[in-house]
């Protein structure tokens, strides 16, 4: 049975996943990594092989095209990915205000060079990835704190929407992965500590 560290180091690698997807298009090479992805009959096993088997149907070019018509486009299609749209129908409203302190508290400043607010999935995602990983160091619950106030409440419904966008085929998967994995985090985090 995998101990804590492993089971740790997994979920930091599918946040981690999960925020460069949601952050830029795939290039050939994280394609062709995605390619190469196992599956197995778990939930999350069963969202790698869809991944798999849409990276392999995709090329770099068709998947920078998706990635802007669901995320920069203006179009009837495109989602918001952000936790103050999902929560308040607004960008920049109360759910990114109260983000920014609990991000602070965590002494984290989001790069300079970064043009989306934190509210964005995959700053949220990049953050798990790090509380995960133990990179970021919080008192113990903290962790679980973070996910319970800040993406439990609308990112399944983001991954949802996603999943289902028309625009989406590549994306799609990435949907599925990100709802699958955001229902056994959770869970996970629904049980006594």
Same mark, same amino acid.
Request: include cysteine.
């Given at each position: 049975m995998p101990n804590?560290?492993?089971?740790?180091?997994?979920?930091a690698q599918e946040y981690a996943l999960l925020a460069t997807l949601l952050s830029r298009s795939p290039d050939s090479v994280l394609l062709s990594c995605l390619a190469d992805l196992r599956d197995d009959a778990s939930p999350i096993g069963v969202a790698h092989g869809a991944v798999r088997e849409a990276a392999v149907r995709v090329n770099e070019e068709r998947a920078a095209q998706e990635y802007f018509a669901l995320f920069a486009g203006l179009g009837e299609g495109s989602l918001l990915p952000y936790s103050s749209h999902y929560l308040a129908g607004t960008l920049y409203g109360c759910p990114l205000a109260r983000l920014r302190e609990a991000l602070q508290g965590f002494g984290i400043e989001?790069?300079?060079?970064?043009?989306?607010?934190?509210?964005? #999935?995959?700053? @949220?995602?990049?953050?798990?990835?790090g509380l995960a990983a133990g990179s970021i160091s919080v008192p113990a619950g903290a962790e679980r704190e973070f996910f319970q106030e800040h993406l439990s409440s609308w990112?399944?419904?983001?991954?949802?929407?996603?999943?289902?966008a028309e625009a989406a085929d590549?994306?799609? #998967?990435?949907? @599925?992965?990100?709802?699958?994995?955001?229902?056994v985090e959770a869970e996970a985090f629904s049980r006594p500590a």
């Open positions: 804590v560290e492993e089971i740790d180091g997994a979920r989001i790069a300079p060079e970064r043009s989306e607010p934190e509210d964005h #999935a995959a700053i @949220l995602c990049e953050v798990m990835a990112i399944r419904r983001f991954f949802f929407d996603l999943e289902h590549f994306y799609s #998967a990435v949907g @599925l992965l990100g709802r699958t994995f955001v229902d």
